[in-house]
Antibody, heavy 122, light 106 residues
Framework: QITLRESGPTVVKPTETLTLTCSFSGFSLTTTREGVGWVRQPPGKALEWLAMIYWNDDAYYNPLLKRRLIVTKDTSENQVVLTMIDMQPADTATYYC??????????????WGQGTLVTVSS | DIQMTQSPSSLSASVGDRVTITCQASQDIRNFLVWYQQKPGRAPKVLTIDASKLKTGVPSRFSVGGLGTHFTFTISGLQPEDVATYFCQHYDSLPVTFGPGTTVDI
């Protein structure tokens, strides 16, 4: 059974850097085509894809946010880390990590972590 | 980037009704579309992939179709447990993008 869980601060101040950790089990992130993605959802709004990291360390980012994001993985710890710089109130959202199945022909997510709400406020 | 639109943005129906949601892509995405169900306070869950395949265990009252730029999602016989927001997402290429969602209420 694949599970993912996000952890990190619940509140950050404007201009600070957000670091979120996705701890996973049930897969290794070493199988060809496996990946972990990050998606966020502002309260009451739609989902927005942020970043993806694949089994081979390739990483891709939402072009609108690319300059602010870094995603890394540590397969020995079964973790993926998302770093987002220069947080602003508009970045207040629930942040999800999710599994990109190796059997998938494209990048969709199944399953997702429970999500963590991050509020940006001074 | 490929833009995804959905309609309606919300709907209210009665138990047993048939409801249909449409999802439109700004360019051809072939059949690379997934539908998610998100219940309040919960993470999204996959219902269908490849525009037409129900995930194992998803009730047969859910059906999907479409190809290219126009897709449909139907619940035949709405149940109370179907109250949720439904999102489409293309995966034709990165960046993947999501539709704005359709909230289904009873």
């Amino acid at each position: 059974q694949i599970t993912l869980r996000e952890s990190g601060p619940t509140v950050v101040k404007p201009t600070e850097t957000l670091t979120l950790t996705c701890s996973f089990s049930g897969f290794s992130l070493t199988t060809t085509r496996e990946g972990v993605g990050w998606v966020r959802q502002p309260p009451g709004k739609a989902l927005e894809w942020l970043a993806m990291i694949y089994w081979n360390d390739d990483a891709y980012y939402n072009p609108l946010l690319k300059r602010r994001l870094i995603v890394t993985k540590d397969t020995s710890e079964n973790q993926v880390v998302l770093t987002m710089i220069d947080m602003q109130p508009a970045d207040t959202a629930t942040y999800y990590c999710a599994y990109r199945p190796w059997v998938a022909v494209g990048d969709f997510f199944d399953p997702w972590g429970q999500g963590t709400l991050v509020t940006v406020s001074s | 980037d490929i833009q995804m639109t959905q309609s309606p943005s919300s709907l209210s129906a009665s138990v047993g009704d048939r409801v249909t949601i449409t999802c439109q892509a700004s360019q051809d995405i072939r059949n690379f579309l997934v539908w998610y169900q998100q219940k309040p306070g919960r993470a999204p869950k996959v219902l269908t992939i490849d525009a037409s395949k129900l995930k194992t265990g998803v009730p047969s009252r859910f059906s999907v179709g479409g190809l290219g730029t126009h897709f449909t999602f139907t619940i035949s016989g709405l149940q109370p447990e179907d109250v949720a927001t439904y999102f489409c997402q293309h995966y034709d290429s990165l960046p993947v993008t999501f539709g704005p969602g359709t909230t289904v209420d009873i």
